[in-house]
């Protein structure tokens, strides 16, 4: 048996596991009524789908999309404390909030693999009061535009100056951090030579913060002047005046060059694909971002479109974070009527799995590959926390259904264990398990899967919501 055997071979469910954070019974029949074209033709247009339940649910969270002046007045008013984290702090505990109950779920998957990809860790000191705005004016502006526009938003932003040091870089010594990581993890991957990296940060001299105002200035005093050569680009950059617009046109050229290419639609076939993606679908999909001059939108169109993909089920395993989520989304669990308590549980419950969101420390972002995330501890926090969730145990003021029974096995009680088990897989995987792992959950209870179910049987009293995260520790929900 493989794991597309653990799959239904089903292309709408396909598509749902790869560009959402998992099925809800909600997704599952909106997909099936639209058909994948219109539906994806909405994901890839956010703005078209109304959002209210997420909408107000971030409304809970009133700094997590401040701005740099926002915040510095909250410290001026005393609502805030100098250096506070409580801005970055709601921005982290919305994140699965958001990944869990948005609609526009393509674009909040894009969010977080942009956030990854070109990663400020959050929450961290030095970007207390520009983080928030990272995430708004950088990341979610343009999740789903083009890659250039949203490097050149980044190389100018605040957060990432500060994040990797360009905004301490002068003429006089030019800091080579941000040059580095904008070759080797931004845009071209390891192709670059050290004197590529030295020419590119003397190009990105006087991309600085106002120490006063904490945003983003071009301080032409600092900018190192004198031809530079960066793969292929070059530039006199003659004046200290011109030279913000000469740092942007060998960003244009990096987001544009054939490297930057395949490195982007590589970590997006390893996204949506696979570990090692098909050789034919990445140079495929190259000239799409190429032909298409970066935006994002027409490549993940080709992407899921491709043969590729609809023969990739069972070729991606979910993260930690994905698997926490995607746990919340099948369980439909709702929000908590009024606080944030449920929410900042949930960051901690994906923390303890390894895996806090926005939160890993280099600049490379989290891995995205199986092995990455393969150990056994890190599988049974997984396995505690779909029990704690799924009972109620933590968090405890999730809306959940009055009776889990009706709710995932249906107002009739089946009549054996087998029909049990099939109908709560079926409500939780979209599946059902295959024979083997069927007949070993009903042993789990003392039974087979013939066995007749009793009005009184712990499987469908106390011991209810062990089947249900048994069901959800199983190999087929642990796929993308």
């Known amino acids: ?176 951090n941000y040059g580095r990581e904008l070759l080797e993890l931004h845009t071209v991957g390891l192709t670059y030579t050290e004197s590529d990296v030295k020419n590119a940060a003397r190009l990105l001299t006087g991309l600085t913060v106002d120490a006063t105002t904490g945003q983003y200035r071009y301080d032409p005093a600092q900018h190192a002047v004198g031809a530079v050569t960066v793969l292929g680009f070059s530039h006199a950059n003659a004046s200290t005046t011109g030279g913000e617009q000469a740092a942007l046109a060998l960003l244009d050229y990096l987001a544009l060059h054939p490297a930057t290419a395949r490195r982007i639609v590589t970590k997006l076939c390893v996204r949506f694909v696979a570990d090692d993606p098909p050789a034919t679908l990445v140079t495929s999909l190259v000239k799409v971002y190429l032909d298409n001059r970066s935006a994002i939108a027409p490549v993940l169109r080709a992407l899921f479109t491709s043969a590729e993909f609809a023969a990739s089920i069972g070729a991606k395993t979910r993260t930690p974070y994905e698997d926490i989520v995607a746990t919340l989304r099948t369980l439909d669990y709702g929000p908590e009527p009024s606080g944030t308590k449920a929410a900042e549980s949930l960051y901690w419950i994906c923390a303890n799995a390894g895996q806090a969101p926005l939160a890993w420390a280099p600049p490379n972002g989290y891995p995205d590959v199986a092995p990455a995330w393969a150990s056994p501890s890190g599988q049974l926090v997984r396995w505690n926390a779909h029990l704690n969730v799924g009972a109620g145990y933590w968090p405890t003021t999730l809306v959940r259904p009055a009776s889990l029974v009706a709710g995932f096995a249906g107002t009739t009680t089946p009549a054996t264990y087998g029909a049990l088990i099939d109908a709560v897989s079926t409500r939780l995987l979209q599946t059902t398990l295959p024979g083997p792992q069927r007949d070993a959950l009903a042993g789990f209870f003392g039974k087979t899967p013939a066995s007749p179910v009793k009005a009184k049987d712990p499987a469908v009293d106390w011991m209810f919501p062990y089947l249900m995260a048994m069901l959800l520790n199983s190999p087929t929900f642990a796929l993308r």
């Not at 653990?6 to 749902?16: G, R, S």
């Not at 990341?139 to 050149?152: N, P, V």
Request: charge should be positive; proline fraction near 7%.
């Open 1 to 176: 048996m493989t794991a597309a055997d653990l799959l239904p071979p089903d292309p709408l469910l396909h598509l749902l596991r790869r560009a959402t954070y998992g099925p809800t019974p909600a997704a599952v029949a909106e997909i099936r009524k639209l058909g994948a074209a219109a539906w994806l033709d909405a994901q890839l247009n956010p703005a078209s789908i109304t959002d209210t339940v997420a909408d107000s649910l971030v409304a809970r969270f009133p700094w997590c999309r401040a701005t740099i002046p926002a915040i510095r007045a909250g410290v001026t008013a005393k609502t805030l404390k100098m250096y506070d984290w409580s801005p970055m702090w709601q921005l982290s505990f919305v994140t699965p909030v958001r990944a869990i109950w948005s609609r526009r779920q393509l674009f909040e998957v894009m969010a977080e693999f942009w956030s990854n990809h070109l990663n400020v860790t959050c929450p961290t000191g030095d970007v207390w009061d520009s983080r928030t705005d990272y995430d708004a004016a950088v990341i979610r502006k343009y999740a789903l535009g083009s890659f250039a526009d949203l490097l050149k938003a980044s190389a100018r932003h605040p957060a990432m100056l500060t994040y990797l040091d360009n905004r301490w870089s002068t003429k006089a010594l030019p800091n080579e």
